[in-house]
């Protein structure tokens, strides 16, 4: 038995995991007494992380002398730091629990001194607030997300938001629309965009499609991921279809282990471009059904399903469900232009609708 503020930050899957891999304390572990003799630990710095309760709720218990926290009262240094999630963070959130023990490890050796990164990639980290400084960055490729980004002391951040929206116009479209209308007409952009790479794709070599650059996705994987982003936000959270997820999605890389299994998706399965795109182009009549019907009160309507089972409390206005999903394809549509560029195929341009 759980309470709330205990599993906060896992969902019900991360929760059975840790039900099951669980194993019982010895009783004695609680009830028998601990003798401390030392007066020499008090003068050890102390950071105590605080998930499910906050710095100011345990500081309140050391000023009311409660018994379990009466050893703070007594140490020289204390520093507390909040955490925003349940009881166990190192499997809600992981990664943000290391950082803090690593920002405050005292004399931690530099894990990269001597260590040379030329031509390396690095995938998945969270580089926030990291400095490099008196180094050689020549070609160095960043991809990610980020509200600034400094080189030399130079903000780079807003110069890459113009130059993106300038060679891909639909992220303009897809950030500023708020009426159906708006919705119907940044979706007829996608769908042009669209289009003209795959014509182009098809024009290639038949492998090209399914080839993967620097660890990314193929075209084909992309497609198929885009299946299932329709499948989550269309299918499943709009209308509660029981068949919500096509057996071909390709799910985000960061969802639990057994997670694609578990709706349905086959990770093994490898379809061809050809079948793919019958595949998405059910998909995409299906957004565009959708939004040719859709009213501007009808943006307000609440999902009555989640996305997808890992998060089985969620709900968000059709609105949000219908952006998410063409944020996707514009956001996609950018890497697999990058990919085909870098395989040595010049770019499509994209914009307004026109013939291939």
Same mark, same amino acid.
């Given at each position: 038995a759980f309470d709330a503020s205990e599993v906060e930050g896992l969902d019900a899957a991360a929760q059975a995991g840790f039900v099951a891999a669980a194993l019982p304390s010895p009783a004695s572990s609680v009830t028998d007494l601990q003798r401390l003799s030392d007066e020499r630990r008090y003068q050890v710095p102390v950071t105590v992380v605080c998930p499910e309760f906050t710095p100011e709720q345990i500081q309140g218990w050391v000023a009311a002398g409660a018994e379990p926290v009466q050893e703070l009262a007594r140490i020289a240094s204390v520093e507390y730091v909040d955490i925003a999630t349940g009881h166990w963070p190192q499997f809600s959130a992981p990664s943000e629990l290391a950082a803090i023990l690593l920002e405050r490890a005292v004399g931690r050796p530099d894990p990269l001194a001597g260590v040379r990164l030329r031509g390396r990639a690095f995938r998945d980290r969270d580089l926030r607030g990291a400095t490099i400084g008196n180094s050689w960055i020549d070609d160095m490729r960043i991809a990610g997300g980020f509200d600034h980004l400094w080189v030399n002391d130079v903000d780079v951040a807003p110069y890459v938001r113009a130059e993106l929206d300038r060679i891909h116009p639909e992220r303009v479209a897809v950030r500023e629309m708020a009426t159906a209308a708006q919705?119907? !007409? !940044?979706?007829? /952009?996608?769908?042009? =965009?669209?289009?003209?790479?795959?014509?182009?794709?098809? /024009? $290639?070599d038949g492998a090209v499609a399914h080839r993967r650059v620097g660890g990314e996705w193929s075209m084909v994987q992309t497609l198929r991921h885009l299946v299932f982003a329709t499948d989550c936000w269309v299918r499943r959270a709009m209308f509660d279809m029981p068949d919500a997820f096509h057996p071909w999605g390709v799910n985000h890389t960061e969802m639990l282990e057994g997670f694609a299994e578990a709706i349905g998706l086959d990770p093994a399965a490898r379809p061809s471009l050809d079948e793919v795109l019958a595949m998405r182009a059910d998909r995409m009549?299906? =957004?565009?059904?959708?939004?040719?019907? $859709?009213?501007?009160? /009808?943006? !307000?309507? =609440?999902?009555? !399903?989640?996305?997808?089972?890992?998060?089985?409390?969620?709900? *968000?206005?059709?609105?949000?469900?219908?952006?998410?999903?063409?944020?996707?394809?514009?956001? *996609? *549509?950018?890497?697999?232009?990058?990919? $085909?560029?870098? $395989?040595?195929y010049p770019p499509v341009k994209t914009g307004a609708p026109r013939s291939s």
């Open positions: 919705y119907r !007409a !940044a979706w007829e /952009q996608i769908e042009a =965009m669209w289009a003209a790479t795959v014509e182009r794709a098809r /024009q $290639l009549a299906l =957004m565009r059904s959708v939004l040719a019907d $859709l009213t501007d009160e /009808q943006m !307000a309507t =609440m999902s009555p !399903a989640s996305p997808a089972p890992d998060f089985p409390d969620e709900r *968000h206005p059709w609105r949000e469900c219908l952006r998410v999903v063409m944020e996707e394809e514009v956001e *996609h *549509h950018r890497y697999v232009v990058r990919d $085909l560029t870098t $395989l040595g």
